[in-house]
């Protein structure tokens, strides 16, 4: 074991970063001259092992703190003063790498290879899941506290989200591990997705600004990414085409909400008709797949034929309802257009009957 020879008093250390004009040090924390912590801090940040010493975050630093300040042999080093952090970050990896960890045969207890930002060693990074596994409550209460903390502090959180942002773009693969580790969890413990997504929902409802917000970015990214939705098309074809009954309840959920709201279905005509004519393109490249999934499956011809059938046929009952009403009453009122969906055939006869 590395002994330092010329460790000092904590009135020493006061004195020293009193008289000292710069910023930040590194540090040693040393039980009869032999370091078993290094640090890198600025201000009074080497004495606040001693204020934490029964926080039990790092039990084998805690458990030598208390050791040497009970044996009256808890001793402190100030390896260098500087202005510049990164140096001291440089100098804290050094003289971390230099005495070595507890658990690797050296003698320090950090839980970190120290330098900027947080770098845990394997053991630390394993221990801490471990933990995390043991006690899920920790996580919630970390999550609950982290959440809090970024609400009470908007700057913070902007801070926060654009870090994450810069870190995702920077490492694509994290991004891809977070998905993948999210969709194992969900596929393991559904009622998880369950409870998310109330959540969401409850977010969404309570803030529409959010909902729409998110819509607004979502259609510029695919905008500027036409990549990105084509892969999600091809992605949904997909889930769609192995999960028939995913289909079903989607289709069930869609004919519901036109029927509450029929002006969701004329605007997404609308819309459709808009794309399609500012996009000959696209108008074409939907056209040469229909033909191609009515060539790989010739009964969705039949059906959609039988079921275009029934509709007209629905719409012409109508229609001519509607017709004999009219010359019943003699009313002067002009009719939808024969082009017109049956749902705006069935609200004008309804308005026919309420005037009748």
């Known amino acids: 074991m590395i002994r330092i020879k010329n460790t000092i008093s904590k009135r020493s250390v006061n004195a020293l970063l009193r008289k000292s004009s710069k910023k930040y040090y590194v540090y040693a924390l040393c039980y009869n001259k032999f370091p078993f912590y290094i640090g890198k801090g600025c201000g009074a940040r080497i004495f606040s092992h001693e204020r934490f010493s029964r926080a039990r975050f790092n039990d084998f630093k805690e458990k030598q703190v208390n ?75 970390a999550s609950r506290k982290r959440l809090k903390t970024l609400k009470d502090n908007p700057e913070l959180k902007l801070k926060a989200t654009e870090t994450l942002k810069k870190t995702y773009q920077d490492n694509p693969e994290i991004m891809e591990q977070i998905s993948k580790t999210l969709k194992q969890t969900y596929k393991e413990n559904p009622e998880i997705l369950k409870n998310t997504s109330k959540k969401i929902r409850k977010v969404f409802k309570d803030n529409p600004e959010i909902m729409k917000t998110i819509h607004t970015k979502r259609k510029k990214t695919l905008k500027e990414n036409p990549r990105i939705m084509k892969n999600i098309h091809e992605k ?121």
């Open 67 to 141: 050791k040497a300040i009970e044996e009256n042999k808890l001793g402190y080093f100030i390896f260098i003063f500087t202005n510049e952090e990164s140096k001291a970050f440089e100098l804290e990896k050094k003289y971390i790498d230099r005495y070595g960890f507890v658990w690797e045969g050296g003698q320090l207890c950090n839980l970190s290879c120290g330098g900027e930002g947080y770098a845990p060693s394997n053991w630390t990074k394993e221990k801490h899941k471990q933990t995390l596994k043991d006690n899920p409550e920790i996580m919630k209460e």
């Open 236 to 356: 949904r074809i997909e889930t769609l085409k192995n999960n028939p009954q995913i289909v079903k309840k989607a289709t069930e959920k869609y004919r519901k909400t036109i029927e509450s709201n029929p002006n969701i279905l004329i605007d997404s005509q609308k819309n459709r008709r808009k794309t399609y004519n500012d996009n000959p393109e696209i108008m074409q490249n939907a056209i040469k797949k229909y033909k191609q999934t009515l060539k790989n499956d010739p009964s969705i011809k039949i059906r959609t034929v039988k079921a275009f059938h029934e509709t007209m046929k629905k719409k012409k009952s109508i229609m001519n309802k509607c017709k004999e009403l009219i010359k019943q009453n003699s009313m002067n009122i002009m009719l939808p257009s024969g082009r017109d969906s049956v749902k705006v055939w069935n609200s004008f006869y309804e308005g026919l009957l309420n005037e009748g």
